[in-house]
Nanobody, 115 residues
Framework: QVQLVESGGGLVQAGASLRLSCAASGSTFNNAHLAWYRQPPGKQRELVAIINSGSSTNYADSVKGRFTISRDNAKNTVYLQMNSLKPEDTSVYYC?????????WGQGIQVTVTS
């Protein structure tokens, strides 16, 4: 069983930066694809960024140029560096580990950006 634990969220002003971390248990990390999702208040969960096992990345248009996803296989950790934060980035952020056919979610962490 894989467990994912997010950290690094908080309350910041617009224009600030935050780095989210997601630490995974288990020995399957190196072969897994990793993603960050977010769920704004009253809206559906949406994909923010994804990094595959070969470290290729993709981003939602709304965060391109501001957010960077990365992974450290030695630490079983995936990161989301968020720069130039906007109030519309306010959400609960979730990490997801994908090892088809299985996938695992973290518990979520709140990011609040004030104007």
């Amino acid at each position: 069983q894989v467990q994912l634990v997010e950290s690094g969220g908080g309350l910041v002003q617009a224009g600030a930066s935050l780095r989210l971390s997601c630490a995974a248990s288990g020995s399957t990390f190196n072969n897994a694809h990793l993603a960050w999702y977010r769920q704004p208040p009253g809206k559906q969960r949406e994909l923010v960024a994804i990094i595959n096992s070969g470290s290729s990345t993709n981003y939602a248009d709304s965060v391109k140029g501001r957010f960077t996803i990365s992974r450290d296989n030695a630490k079983n950790t995936v990161y989301l560096q968020m720069n130039s934060l906007k109030p519309e980035d306010t959400s609960v952020y979730y990490c997801k580990l994908l090892l088809p056919p299985r996938s695992y979610w973290g518990q979520g962490i709140q990011v609040t950006v004030t104007s």
